[in-house]
Nanobody, 130 residues
């Protein structure tokens, strides 16, 4: 099993920044073999992929956050991060981190489709106000 716990959410004004963290634990998989992703879900909307990072550090971003968000990982600490800058009201959502245990078998890439991820955190709320 893999346990994930997000932190770092909060309320911020337009243009502000937040850094989300996700602590990963469990003894079934090595963290440095997992692909990791950040997702978000706004009220009344589907959960959407924001960014992912594969097990060797290759990243991918949704168009809506490219240039503003940065995903990173610290394999020594089993931690995943999402630095969010230039926040907009439309970034308001519950943010979730997720783990893909087949990361090392994905051909050197990662995916932001929900179906690739077997393990999810409980989420952390981000609210951006104007």
């Amino acid at each position: 099993q893999v346990q994930l716990e997000e932190s770092g959410g909060g309320s911020v004004q337009v243009g502000g920044s937040l850094r989300l963290s996700c602590e990963v634990s469990g003894d079934t998989y090595r963290f440095d073999r997992l692909n990791m992703g950040w997702f978000r879900q706004a009220p009344g909307k589907e959960r959407e992929g924001v960014a992912c990072i594969n097990w060797i550090g290759r990243t991918y971003y949704a168009d809506s956050v490219t240039g503003r968000f940065t995903i990173s990982r610290d394999n020594a600490k089993n931690m995943l991060y999402l630095q969010m800058n230039s926040l907009k009201p439309e970034d308001t959502a519950m943010y979730y981190c997720a783990a893909d245990p087949l990361g090392a078998h994905r051909g050197g890439t990662c995916y932001t489709g929900r179906g690739y991820y077997n393990y999810w955190g409980q989420g952390t709320q981000v609210t951006v106000s104007s």
